[in-house]
């Protein structure tokens, strides 16, 4: 059974020109994503994800010329955003 | 020995009448809710009184600046209701493992209930009794979890172990709220031996959490004694705020019961002299109603004699805030100081006091005064 | 509620105004807040009837947001190394000031009181004014010369709403007047000084923690105009540079909002109404940093800026 990330309940999230600030409804604390974080984030929220489909999402969105070191940058989106308490492991 | 309602200050008159009735503010003229205002603020009860008064109409209805008075007030208490609750969350996940209950206490208890009381409360901790024989494992695990001890000399952290029913104040990073964490509701060699397990063993659990609360009759005694045995009384108006809004929620279901149930726990936990002056002053300041069939047994619980007498006038005095537009009074300072060396002499045996007391005195030498903040 | 203004503070008899200080009190009515003063301190009459000469005379009777007294020091220190004392409703939170520095302790200790109090709307540390009804919000960062900039705007066309407080409304983030007087230090006294030599200031203390202070009074048109709030338009991080005549740079939106929420002095007790109520005031906005050494060159270029700002992106 693979890992699965949801996002916690009630996040307000707010799109400001590339970027995004979140309100998480419950430690009160509001964040800055930038633009891969907030689409990693609204991926989440939609539903539950795997890594493996995270990893689409970011191959996807990020430029091609990027694409070697994805894998590090989807483990440290996802890591980023655990740390936060804005997704967490279903 | 307690002053008459009618006999105290006008403002601590006005601020008890409207917590009250709070709907009698909508006829208050604008001296009044001037004087009212900055006297709850005094008491730490300018967010109940919004409360109050907002379950009778909205704040927003309210002219300038008093609205903004209370709707200001009601944002406080909820940034700090969020804050208990994240901190609470937090806890009951770190100590979910422990082999004790968790019993939150006060005002972290009030809020997990969802009593009324606490609606506009502003607490700064949160208070929570463990067995004593899981307390190191409680400890060890919360600084683990990332809990630290407030900076205390060793002198403070023996102090907390040793003589009183509370470790030091922990803090950690991410939580704005501190938490005490207890084995018993009053310092362990005090004068009065509340039987302990006894508040174990009648806990409430609190549905869906991992924590329990004291049971009502053990929630209003804890109150009353907090007050009136643990304290100098000093500003604690809001404390008996709480003593009055506990037995009037915890009554109204079943009032016979509830009354019965509180008067044999009394005598159960020896706690009925701070249950009788509890409710002597919540009658006399708060229109406490009490029933018919638990007057006798409250009147046979009033304190009485020359101490007694001595502790209502000077608790009637320290208790109420100052008057806004002048400092406290000379004599209410005084009768603050004698309450806390009631509530020490109370705390401790002769033997340490003496050596408490010079430790204090020690120290206030070597360390400088604490200061309020500089100007920039 | 309150009693129509017969006149301006200016216009008090000194002795009608010593007598309302040392009795019932002297209104401040800054707009968003109307705070009563009570004071004994002779010299301190003169001084606020020069600072707030154009605020209006109101009753001090009634409801205030805050009430604060100002005494001489108790004892030893009403003659050694005298000092003054600041009281807010009863409760001493602050250390006393020698007693030749009044205003800076009263200023201070209402900034202080206002900016613990006033939780039912989000309170930016900000300069703000305003001009064709658009708001421009100027966050105060240290050594970003703010007072500086918000005197000259002030004193150019501009209407003053505060040098201190963005006091945003949490229904519609529009700014509202916090009105008072402009503390400035050291260069910056005579800069404004030389910038408009007929604005009236108040006297200089020259022995305060941060160096000499003086005050700008506002004037009559930003007082009158002290229950009108403003619509949000640009936000603009500035910061004195010597090496730059004048440089606007756009900054991200997303930037601007949380460099705002961290110069906030309430933005994380309000939680969610803060963040609703900054998204849509950034929203509304164009946000720059500006670096600039030429006063003249900010004053024109911000007032071009917010002729231009369109409020509908």
Known sequence: MTVQFSACAGLRIVHLDDESVVFHPKTWSSHLLNASAAAVLEFVIERSRSRDEIETLLARLLDPAEQPSLLRHVDGVIENLRLIDLIHEA | ?376 | MKPEPRARIGELDPAELRGALAGRGLVLDCGAARIRVRSDVAPLAGMLQTLYAAYPVQGADGVFDATVRMHRGRGVRRVFRPQVELLVDGERPFEPFPADTPVPLLEWGINYTIATRLNNFLLLHAGVVERDGRAIVLPALPGSGKSTLTAALATRGFRLLSDEFGVVRLADSHLLPMLRPVALKNESIDIVGRWAPDAAMGPRFPKTRKGTVAHLAPDAASVDRRNQSARPAVVIFPRFDAGTEFELTPVMRSRAFARLAVNSFNYELLGPDSFDALTRLIGLSDCFELRYRSLERAVDELGKLVAKSDPIH
């Open chain 2, 1 to 376: 020995m307690i002053p008459a309602r009618e006999r105290l200050p006008g403002h601590v008159r006005l601020l008890l009448d409207a917590l009250v009735d709070a709907s009698g503010c909508a006829s208050l003229g604008d001296d009044q809710w001037d004087v009212l205002i900055r006297a709850a603020r005094a008491a730490r009860l300018l967010g109940v009184l919004a409360a109050r008064i907002g379950r009778h109409a909205p704040l927003e209805s309210f002219p300038e600046p008093i609205g903004r008075h209370l709707l200001a007030a009601s944002k406080v208490a909820r940034f700090r209701r969020s804050k208990v609750e994240l901190l609470v969350d937090a806890v009951g996940r770190q100590l979910s493992k422990l082999d004790s209950p968790l019993v939150l206490l006060k005002g972290g208890a009030y809020l997990a209930q969802g009593l009324r009381l606490a609606e506009g409360r502003l607490p700064a901790d949160v208070d929570l009794m463990v067995r004593r024989t899981s307390l190191d494992a409680a400890e060890q695990t919360l600084l683990a979890a990332g809990w630290e001890f407030q900076k205390t000399d060793a002198y403070d952290q023996h102090y907390y172990r040793a003589w009183s029913h509370e470790l030091p104040p922990m803090r950690c990073v991410g939580q704005a709220m501190e938490l005490d964490l207890h084995h018993t509701i009053l310092p362990p060699l005090g004068r009065l031996k509340p039987d302990t397990g006894e508040l174990f063993a009648a806990a409430v659990p609190v549905a869906a959490t991992r924590f329990a609360v004291l049971c009502p009759a053990d929630q209003v005694l804890h109150a009353a004694a907090h007050l009136f045995q643990d304290s100098d009384c000093i500003d604690r108006l809001r404390d008996l705020v709480d003593f009055d809004g506990l037995v009037r929620e915890h009554s109204a279901a079943d009032p016979g019961r509830f009354w019965t149930a509180l008067i044999e726990r009394a005598r159960w936990h020896h706690l009925q002299r701070p249950l009788g002056y509890a409710l002597a002053f919540a009658r006399a300041w708060l229109d406490l109603p009490v029933p018919e069939p638990a007057t006798g047994a409250v009147t046979e619980a009033h304190p009485r004699g020359p101490a007694a007498w001595a502790v209502g006038r000077l608790a009637g005095m320290a208790l109420p805030p100052a008057d806004p537009d002048g400092e406290r009074s000379w004599a209410a300072k005084s009768a603050g100081h004698a309450l806390e060396f009631r509530a020490l002499c109370l705390r401790m045996p002769a033997g340490l006091l003496a050596y408490h007391a010079g430790m204090k005195l020690v120290r206030s030498f070597r360390r400088p005064a604490d200061t309020p903040p500089a100007a920039p």
